[in-house]
């Protein structure tokens, strides 16, 4: 991989991670509040689902920085990224502004997806600490 190229995959990796790890913080930090909003899409175990999302963000999104394991982090931030189209921003049962707003954050979690997908790919570039650097 080239040095142009290295560049753009660590900074393409990085800013798809900040946003997780910034999530994942809050949710760790108002995690009451985030048992009412898993609770309130009526999703089961509200208290695993929550954990569980916390895991997938913060420790998902602090692997893909240090590129450790980023593979498999990105697949299973990919994943996660798509349920969440289907469970929280399921825009086709809503109406009006509500839908209009699902809508667009069900298309930016796609992009972020397909962001994602791209990493489990091709790696995590040459400037990664983990196995799979190219």
């Known amino acids: 991989m080239s040095a142009f190229s290295s560049f753009f995959a660590f900074f393409a990796r990085i800013f798809l991670a900040v946003l997780f790890v910034m999530s994942g913080w809050a949710k760790l930090n108002g995690f ?3 048992v009412g909003y898993v609770a309130s899409n009526g999703l089961p ?3 695993l689902f929550a954990a ?3 895991l997938v963000e913060l420790g998902g999104g602090i692997l893909l ?14 994943g996660f990224v798509l ?5 929280v921003h399921h825009f086709w049962t809503m109406a009006d502004a509500e839908a209009a707003a699902n809508q667009l954050a069900a298309m930016k979690n ?3 997806a397909g ?8 790696g995590p570039g ?9």
Not at 83 to 87: A, D, F, K, Q
Not at 127 to 132: L, M, R, S, V
Request: charged fraction near 10%; proline fraction near 4%.
């Open 115 to 122: 962001g994602l997908l791209m990493v489990t790919a091709f």
């Open 52 to 54: 569980l999302t916390i």
């Open 126 to 134: 040459a400037w990664a600490i983990g196995p799979g650097r190219d």
């Open 32 to 34: 009451e509040g985030t």
């Open 65 to 78: 920085i240090l590129g450790l394991f980023s593979r498999l982090a990105a697949f299973i931030m990919a």
């Open 110 to 112: 796609l992009a972020i």
């Open 83 to 87: 349920l969440t189209i289907v469970l």
């Open 45 to 47: 175990v509200p208290q």
